[in-house]
């Protein structure tokens, strides 16, 4: 594609939006350039005003009360001073844009070839809809949705988390843009599936020649994808760069600590244990505080005793309906997985979405009856339990959940959320549920003044430790950690994931820690189930499963970790084309 200059240009951009605490500056003098054909990625945490950018790029803060200063043009095109009916040109011809949540960005009641075929009439009025689905059909071929003629009549429920990221990706690219601007296109989807999205937006980028802007909250997601990189904070560009050079070499404090904050699939749970434990007593002789606790550790294979938990043979079926003549048919979720686990242990549980990992987790929990096989807890068959019996045993198994903006009531104070479960299991004194509750808080690293505060005032990961400390109230002896830390930024994960291990070092908790992130799971547990398709396909202590894996599933997994090294992630997006390719090195 040739042009004379840059096709994204952004001088001094700032954006102001006005409250009644008055104005806050999302966005302080930003500048970039992307050249015809580039790839930029802009990395920053929630609130660093990277979406805030994104969204002035397109033009959509027009009407609402932002006020936007400085200069955005694309294709030669001014974004600021361009009319309404301008900008409705440029978007979909000059720049499209891909959002984080396809399901919000597709219409459940409308076919995909219908909201493609809208997308190109929109700017292209004249064309007949047989050429509209034409350009359609090409389009979903073009982004790897199979049987694109038959797919292309098919309902957004119908595809899987994946395969609609890629159709909202051919939506943007229905009338071939200059620039795509992916804001966070794989942040919600499991390891494979993001390898295959970011290997997607490569592909396009060099056969069609667009430029392309990648944003996210993780450094190891641009590596791969972008020539060069710009770090933002509170608004600002702290550091920006060729993307080699920020990463191996950063200057800016910031850049640094997002890059030891993101979860590395070689490090192994001793190294980070140990990284943990020197950091807290670092940090406790700096305080001046009292001693930090001896870390807790799981007794050698030899004197391990009794386990705290036996799972044998273990199935859960679900009936699904749609079969034959509206018959229902059996889906088996779980298929006969059996493990023991230690008191004191974390068994990490990984696989994609589908995988039967949550499932598993809430048989294990017994918020589901199993199907087939046998759950034993501290010595107690719970398999086919009644709830007034499991009542008694619920103190002792705790659940923490992927999204702390779901898994809380936003009409109850921190205090009674955590308070609750104090009262359900027989606690009637106010004043002691207030004391400990308020000890909790401090525990996890909030304030005892947040007892009365309520959600919606808090951060992500604030209300994941505000999730924590409801799970640990009741002094439970399991605790199963279902993807807490997926939902969070980077940082915050990392503040999580040492949160973790510093209450497993002062209470001996046990977890079970199920995830589709590797790197995180390797992190933190001393054993691993890889499951898929409701089986375990290999399982074993952590180092091993990672070092010197068995079954082919868990190479493909952990082929697909994003790897902060561009060259490294450059050389297994080489080799997935290959193995795609059927031409395997």
Not at 157 to 169: C, D, K
Request: proline fraction near 5%; glycine fraction near 8%.
């Amino acid at each position: 594609m040739a042009t004379t200059g840059p096709v994204v240009r952004v001088d001094d951009l700032r954006v102001t939006f006005p409250t009644m605490d008055g104005d806050v500056q999302a966005v302080k003098g930003l500048s970039f350039e992307v050249p015809a054909g580039g790839a930029l990625g802009i990395v920053g945490e929630s609130g660093s005003g990277k979406s805030v950018t994104s969204l002035a790029l397109m033009g959509l803060h027009r009407g609402s009360r932002a006020k936007i200063t400085g200069a955005i043009e694309v294709a030669g095109k001014n974004v600021v001073t361009a009319s309404d009916k301008e900008l409705r040109r440029m978007r979909g011809n000059d720049i499209a844009m891909v959002f984080q949540d396809p399901m919000q960005s597709l219409h459940p009641q409308y076919t995909i070839g219908n909201q493609l075929v809208e997308a190109y009439k929109i700017h292209n009025p004249k064309a007949s809809k047989d050429a509209a689905l034409k350009k359609a059909v090409e389009a979903l071929d073009r982004v790897g949705i199979p049987q694109p003629e038959k797919r292309v009549n098919s309902y957004p429920h119908e595809f899987s988390g994946g395969m609609r990221q890629r159709v909202v990706i051919a939506m943007g690219l229905m009338c071939d843009p200059k620039v795509l601007l992916a804001d966070e296109p794989t942040t919600a989807l499991d390891v494979t599936v993001q390898a295959q999205v970011l290997d997607l937006l490569d592909e396009l980028r060099r056969d069609l020649g667009m430029a392309l802007i990648l944003v996210s909250h993780d450094l190891a997601v641009v590596a791969g994808s972008v020539d060069e990189v710009v770090v933002m904070r509170h608004g600002e560009a702290v550091e920006r760069g060729d993307v080699r050079t920020v990463l191996s070499a950063p200057e800016h404090p910031y850049t640094q600590a997002l890059l030891a904050a993101v979860p590395r699939v070689e490090v192994s749970r001793a190294q980070r244990r140990a990284q943990d434990r020197a950091d807290r007593v670092a940090k406790a002789g700096a305080e001046g505080g009292g001693t930090v606790p001896a870390a807790f550790a799981p007794s050698a294979d030899g004197g391990r005793g009794e386990p705290l938990l036996s799972v044998r043979d273990v199935a859960q079926r679900f009936k699904v309906r749609g079969g034959a003549w509206g018959r229902s048919t059996d889906f088996w979720a779980v298929k006969g997985v059996s493990f023991d686990l230690y008191r004191g242990e974390t068994l990490g549980v990984v696989g994609e979405s589908g995988s039967g990992k949550s499932t598993l987790s809430r048989t294990v929990m017994r918020l589901l009856e199993p199907t087939r096989g046998r759950v034993v807890f501290d010595g107690r068959d719970i398999t086919h339990m009644k709830e007034r019996e499991l009542r008694p045993l619920r103190r002792d198994v705790q659940m923490v959940f992927q999204s702390p903006y779901s898994s809380l009531n936003p009409r109850l104070t921190v205090g009674d959320a955590i308070g609750t479960a104090l009262r359900v299991q027989g606690e009637k004194d106010t004043r002691k549920i207030r004391v400990r509750v308020q000890e909790l808080l401090e525990r996890v690293g909030l304030e005892p003044g947040h007892y009365n505060r309520f959600p919606h005032a808090f951060s992500g990961g604030q209300r994941q430790r505000i999730a924590i400390a409801r799970a640990l109230i009741l002094k439970p002896k399991l605790i199963i950690c279902d993807e807490p830390v997926s939902a969070l930024d980077v940082s915050t994960q990392d503040q999580v994931l040492r949160l973790l291990s510093e209450l497993q070092d002062d209470f001996g908790l046990t977890y079970i820690f199920v995830a589709h992130d590797l790197a995180v799971v390797r992190q933190v547990s001393d054993r691993v189930l890889v499951m898929r398709k409701g089986e375990v396909v290999e399982s074993g202590d952590s180092d091993s499963v990672y070092e010197n894996p068995q079954s082919e599933y868990t190479r493909q997994l952990l082929a697909a970790a994003p790897v902060l090294d561009p060259d490294e992630a450059r050389r297994h997006r080489a080799e997935r084309e290959m193995l795609r390719a059927g031409r395997v090195a």
